[in-house]
């Protein structure tokens, strides 16, 4: 697979230099106008005027400013042959001669060698300069190549994914062994995970990967979508992780196209990791993000330019990381050219942080003290570090901006020189778009790739674009697409597959306006494997189409990265209401929302309740109420607890509304064009109106308790 050209170490270093000069420029001189003076107060020339104290505010008081006149009668008795500690303290090596005159002769400026060290070394800078700018360009002329061959590309892909795999057990008993493009498209079947799932087992248990793929596993990704309440495993193998390390290199290339002075900064990317499970056979599991966040990839390429000090971005509590990381962040707060996370839940996320600890952050920054409850030895020594020391002006000014009433804009006050959010919000995400507008206050929100634990399906060529505009272009080196059209009825709540019968579509012949469902077939042991994703053409960019992303099939909630559909809500709700049985109640109905009013967010139940018999309003008893609310968080699958533990979801609500209230509901949608012969409640509303209708009707509200699992 080509690959970007990746810096040397020598470049790295030259990058880290810079950084540290820039970062510390005040510093920096101060430090040099001691050494001057240190080294040359006892030269003639500035004998006379320091009269032997080498001390800066003298210096500054004393020294005349002056042009070359005022220095050439030194100069001229120095090539005359007088001893250069006239004016320097350090040996001349040479002259050299500037292009100005004086006098219509050539300048002479003296030079040592320490001088043409940092000449050389300037020089250095300027190559790392331009070979930044060369990779961009080489990006740019990639992304290029990539869209215009996609359809060759593709099908070279695909020629390859079968040469290599016709023989595994899998893809055998379809191909008779025949690495046919064509008797590929006509046997091999389309499948979701749980087709493919008992060769997964049998390879987490210890058979050969050779089952599934011919490639070696390396390690599974761990998909945030689940199949029977466990996490997908998604077999990755060293080259697949290498394409998306290269897939990942074009998206600086683009930014850099559409917003200036991104190199001259560093960026606040707020990155976390979770601890490696292991399969019984011992290959490792975890999250893309994690596994992408521990590879030396990262390390040396963008989270060197993160305000984010590695130890922080590594340590597995993400409590002491998420504050570790907003801290260093605000002391490094004037040069973060753009700020952001994978998901814009995690952003929201570091909002909420910021207003619960923003006192202890100016506290820190003010004594030069990170907090003792940072106990984390790689946390607290690379705070420390940053902080340097007692800072009560940065304290002041941070005090200041957190104090205001409001908040609006505190992304732009924050961090000043910030011009962009980057953060994915399409689909779930996209609920947090107007939370991010209050505090970006105009800042740009990029949502810059679309992709899941399979591959990088696509890149928003376009990052200024609107989110409700936003789209994303398939690279057609991640994966060989296809696409089943969907029916998408108008503004109904779901997608529907329309013509299952209907051929696949190849990438490059999707047809403008046309919804569809993904199907993703790599050299990871994916045939013909449904995403569950629908998608919308919105464009092509050369010959590659342009992706809205519509919705994940089936998922009716989510905070953060958890998915819960349709069926995990009713399996869980049925467990749930078994404790209403012995108080005589029944569900007669129940619907939901996600909501993300309040950071972090919750889901919302709805239920209308009645006594099994008569019309009496059920006596509701608190805590069975509330066991009600465990009994279906408990029900739900790994994800959600894991991020409700955490607490990036907060503890689920049940709202009891009045009798009637789903009957107006119905009537509302029936208001807005459905027919009340087909009505279905839906099981989660997702329109401000049917909000309304719900919230207005509520009798009492229960929540589950702060920790359960
Ligand atoms: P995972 O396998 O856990 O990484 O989840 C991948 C899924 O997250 C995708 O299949 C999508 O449903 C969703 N996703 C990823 N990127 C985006 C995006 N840019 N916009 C909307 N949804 C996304």
């Keep these: 697979m080509a690959s970007i050209q990746i810096e040397t170490k020598e470049h790295e270093d030259g990058w880290q230099k810079l950084e540290e000069l820039t970062m510390n420029a005040h510093q920096v001189q101060e430090k040099l106008l001691e050494k001057i003076l240190k080294r040359n107060a006892g030269t003639e020339y500035l004998r006379g005027f320091l009269n032997g104290q080498a001390d800066k505010n003298v210096f500054r008081e004393k020294v005349p400013i002056v042009t070359y006149e005022d220095i050439k009668p030194y100069i001229d008795r120095i090539v005359n042959g007088e001893p250069s500690d006239i004016l320097l303290a350090d040996p001349i090596l040479e002259f050299m001669q500037s292009s100005g005159t004086s006098g219509g002769q ?104 050779h089952i599934l793929l011919a490639d070696p596993i390396v390690e599974f990704m761990l998909s945030s979508g689940t199949s029977g309440g466990k996490p997908k495993l998604i077999p990755s193998t060293a080259e697949s992780f290498e394409t998306r390390m290269f897939e990942s290199t074009l998206v600086d290339p683009l930014m850099h196209k559409h917003f200036d002075g991104l190199e001259k900064g560093k960026h606040m990317y707020l990155a976390f990791v979770k601890p490696d499970n292991e399969t019984p056979c011992g290959l490792k599991a975890n999250f893309f993000s994690t596994i992408w966040f521990n590879s030396n990839s990262f390390k040396n390429g963008w989270g060197k330019d993160c305000t984010s000090p590695i130890e922080t971005i590594l340590c597995l509590d993400n409590k002491q990381s998420m504050y570790c990381q907003l801290l260093a962040s605000l002391i490094q707060r004037d040069q973060v050219v753009w700020i952001g996370s994978i998901f814009a839940s995690v952003v929201a996320m570091s909002i909420k942080n910021l207003q619960d600890y923003w006192k202890e952050f100016c506290l820190n920054i003010r004594t030069g003290h990170v907090s003792d409850w940072i106990s984390d030895p790689g946390c607290k020594n690379a705070i420390s570090s940053l902080l340097k020391g007692p800072n009560p002006e940065l304290a002041d000014a941070i005090e200041h901006i957190c104090n205001d009433q409001s908040w609006k804009g505190l992304v732009k006050r924050l961090w000043p020189k910030a011009k962009y959010i980057s953060c994915i919000v399409t689909g779930s995400m996209s609920q947090y778009i107007s939370l991010l507008d209050f505090y970006g206050d105009g800042i740009p929100l990029v949502s810059t790739f679309y992709g899941g634990s399979e591959a990088t399906f696509g890149l928003n060529v376009n990052p200024l674009s609107k989110p409700s505009d936003i789209s994303y272009t398939f690279l057609p080196t991640s994966a060989y697409f296809e696409f089943l059209p969907v029916n998408k009825d108008g503004d109904g709540e779901k997608a529907h597959q329309g013509f299952p019968f209907d051929d696949p579509i190849h990438l490059v012949n999707v047809k403008l306006g046309q919804y569809y469902e993904l199907v993703i077939t790599t050299l990871t042991g994916l045939y013909r494997y449904k995403v569950e994703d629908v998608l919308k053409v919105a464009g092509f960019y050369n010959k590659s189409p342009q992706f809205k992303f519509v919705e994940r099939q089936n998922m009716i909630l989510s905070i953060d990265v958890d998915k819960t559909s349709e069926a995990d809500l009713l399996k869980a709700m049925e467990n749930a209401t078994l404790l209403l049985d012995s108080h005589g109640i029944v569900l007669t109905s129940y619907t939901s929302y996600s909501d993300t009013s309040l950071t972090p967010g919750r889901y919302v139940l709805f239920w209308e309740l009645k006594m099994k018999e008569g019309d009496d309003f059920p006596k509701l008893h608190q805590l069975t109420m509330e066991q009600c609310c465990s009994r279906v968080e408990n029900s739900f699958d790994f994800m959600y607890k894991s991020l409700r533990n955490n607490n990036t979801i907060a503890p689920l609500e049940i709202r009891v509304v009045e009798h009637g209230t789903f009957d107006a509901l119905m009537d509302f949608y029936v208001s807005k064009g459905a027919s009340i012969a087909q009505y279905k409640t839906p099981s989660c509303v997702k329109s401000e109106e049917a909000k309304n209708i719900l919230n207005s009707r509520v009798v009492a509200n229960f929540f589950s308790p702060k920790n359960i699992f």
């Design 106 to 209: 050539p300048k002479f400026v003296p030079s040592t060698a320490e001088t043409l060290e940092h000449m050389t070394f300037a020089l250095t800078l300027r190559d790392h300069l331009m070979q930044r700018t060369m990779e961009f360009e080489d990006g740019l002329q990639k992304l290029e190549e990539l869209t215009i061959n996609a359809s060759q590309i593709q099908e070279k892909l695909l020629e390859e994914i079968l040469k290599r795999n016709a023989e595994t057990e899998y893809l055998r008993g379809f191909l008779n062994g025949q690495a046919e493009k064509q008797v590929f498209k006509k046997n091999v079947p389309i499948v979701t995970y749980e087709e493919i799932r008992p060769y997964i087992d049998r390879i987490a248990n210890g058979e050969p990967s």
